[in-house]
């Protein structure tokens, strides 16, 4: 496999690098969790318990460090291994069809019920959901109004469809230029730079600039929007790849006892003030901790899951659909769920385990069976056999 690593500007079924798709499976798997987490978090959401959890907190805290950067990072290296087969223009209508399509149907058909059971459990609206609908389109959403022109949670598609858009040039740019495997003598160096890139935003912006921290997993979208770059420049170069190869222990240990750190600062809830050096120490502690991360994971997927099966396959198709859908289900379904009398473990696992259930069953049973709703996911044709 290492040929694979050694040669990214080819892909082909022999040199396919599984284990990113095995880490975006996986990723979207934490992103459901994570979301079963929110109801049980102090954190503002759609719709909460009664009761929250300090543990909770401490997971969610834990998973937004890296989660979503993730997948930027992974959608980096799926557009450099896309452009190498694709033209410009191929790129963008396949972003259209894959990515655009999806959030327009997200925005107007999965995301009114969960405007409307925020404002129900908000006391921002009194009334049946079919009384709500009218008022949906009142305003613009986390900016007082009720319509989520960024699909919610889908607020990820919107984002990689604008940024693949803004920066195609400069990917179009990377790929023009032929770099030997041994120009970057010290690449450890350029993990180095890829923190402080990731800090710099951290470091101009104040974490409740517009247009609201929260809309975008925790993260700035300028923050996504370098995670997106890196993610495409790492893959064209191999000698960067090597690094999470080689280093993957040490990084590890590194990464634990910063996350470690960092997690102290936030159960103890030690603020600093925006400006100050503490401040961007801090900021650059929190990008150490997501590249540190994200290294390490890619770092032990590539020795363990660099290899493909009938779990990959079906998962690699379904997991565009079963993001699209699992956060409509989780709060539709959650929303009764959180106003038992039960333990918040045990509504915790119930929401978790019957979610899980229903989305895989809407994929099978529906999504995946009908041209009409492939096309509505992101998905391409059935195909017929002769």
């Given at each position: 496999m290492e040929k694979a690593i050694l040669k990214p500007a080819t892909v082909t079924t022999a040199n396919r690098l599984y284990y990113l798709d095995w880490i975006r499976v996986i990723t979207i798997i934490f992103v459901f969790l994570f979301h079963c987490c929110m109801f049980f978090t102090s954190w503002d959401w759609h719709v909460k318990n009664a009761v929250a959890s300090p543990t909770f907190d401490v997971i969610a805290f834990i998973l937004i460090q890296w989660m979503m950067p993730m997948f930027f990072f992974i959608s980096g290296a799926s557009t450099w291994y896309a452009l190498q087969t694709k033209t410009s223009g191929k790129f963008v209508v396949d972003r259209l069809k894959r990515i655009l399509v999806p959030l327009i149907f997200g925005?107007?058909?999965?995301?009114?019920?969960?405007?409307?059971?925020?404002?129900?459990?908000?006391?921002?609206?009194?009334?049946?959901?079919?009384?709500?609908?009218?008022?949906?389109?009142?305003?613009?959403?986390?900016?007082?109004?009720?319509?989520?022109?960024m699909g919610l949670h889908l607020?990820?598609?919107?984002?990689?469809?604008?940024?693949?858009?803004?920066?195609?040039?400069?990917?179009?740019?990377?790929?023009?230029?032929?770099?030997?495997?041994?120009?970057?003598?010290?690449?450890?160096?350029?993990?180095?730079?890829?923190?402080?890139?990731?800090?710099?935003?951290?470091?101009?912006?104040?974490?409740?600039?517009?247009?609201?921290?929260?809309?975008?997993?925790?993260?700035?979208?300028?923050?996504?929007?370098?995670?997106l770059a890196i993610g495409y420049f790492t893959f064209s170069r191999p000698e960067i790849i090597r690094l999470w190869t080689r280093f993957k222990t040490v990084i590890l240990i590194i990464t634990i006892l910063l996350t470690a750190f960092n997690i102290y600062l936030y159960v103890d809830h030690i603020?600093?003030?925006?400006?100050?050096?503490?401040?961007?120490?801090?900021?650059l502690l929190r990008a150490s901790v997501c590249f540190g991360w994200i290294f390490t994971i890619m770092g032990f997927?590539?020795?363990?899951?660099?290899?493909?099966?009938?779990?990959l396959k079906y998962a690699n198709q379904a997991v565009l659909p079963f993001y699209i859908l699992h956060q409509p289900v989780i709060i539709l379904f959650g929303y009764f769920i959180v106003q038992t009398q039960?333990?918040?473990?045990?509504?915790?696992?119930?929401?978790?385990?019957?979610?899980f259930v229903i989305v895989i069953c809407l994929y099978q049973f529906l999504v995946q069976r009908s041209n009409v709703l492939r096309f509505l996911f992101g998905m391409g044709k059935l195909r017929v056999s002769k």
């Amino acid at each position: 496999m290492e040929k694979a690593i050694l040669k990214p500007a080819t892909v082909t079924t022999a040199n396919r690098l599984y284990y990113l798709d095995w880490i975006r499976v996986i990723t979207i798997i934490f992103v459901f969790l994570f979301h079963c987490c929110m109801f049980f978090t102090s954190w503002d959401w759609h719709v909460k318990n009664a009761v929250a959890s300090p543990t909770f907190d401490v997971i969610a805290f834990i998973l937004i460090q890296w989660m979503m950067p993730m997948f930027f990072f992974i959608s980096g290296a799926s557009t450099w291994y896309a452009l190498q087969t694709k033209t410009s223009g191929k790129f963008v209508v396949d972003r259209l069809k894959r990515i655009l399509v999806p959030l327009i149907f997200g925005i107007f058909i999965l995301s009114p019920h969960q405007v409307y059971l925020e404002r129900f459990t908000h006391h921002q609206f009194d009334g049946s959901f079919i009384d709500f609908i009218p008022y949906y389109f009142h305003g613009w959403y986390a900016f007082g109004g009720n319509f989520a022109w960024m699909g919610l949670h889908l607020w990820y598609l919107l984002l990689l469809f604008v940024f693949s858009l803004i920066l195609l040039p400069l990917f179009l740019f990377i790929k023009r230029k032929t770099v030997t495997n041994d120009q970057f003598r010290y690449p450890i160096i350029l993990l180095l730079a890829f923190v402080l890139l990731l800090a710099l935003p951290g470091w101009m912006l104040k974490p409740d600039g517009f247009p609201g921290g929260r809309l975008w997993g925790g993260w700035s979208m300028f923050e996504h929007l370098v995670m997106l770059a890196i993610g495409y420049f790492t893959f064209s170069r191999p000698e960067i790849i090597r690094l999470w190869t080689r280093f993957k222990t040490v990084i590890l240990i590194i990464t634990i006892l910063l996350t470690a750190f960092n997690i102290y600062l936030y159960v103890d809830h030690i603020m600093f003030e925006f400006g100050t050096m503490l401040y961007m120490l801090k900021v650059l502690l929190r990008a150490s901790v997501c590249f540190g991360w994200i290294f390490t994971i890619m770092g032990f997927a590539e020795l363990r899951l660099n290899y493909t099966n009938k779990t990959l396959k079906y998962a690699n198709q379904a997991v565009l659909p079963f993001y699209i859908l699992h956060q409509p289900v989780i709060i539709l379904f959650g929303y009764f769920i959180v106003q038992t009398q039960l333990s918040i473990g045990l509504k915790y696992f119930i929401i978790a385990g019957v979610s899980f259930v229903i989305v895989i069953c809407l994929y099978q049973f529906l999504v995946q069976r009908s041209n009409v709703l492939r096309f509505l996911f992101g998905m391409g044709k059935l195909r017929v056999s002769k």
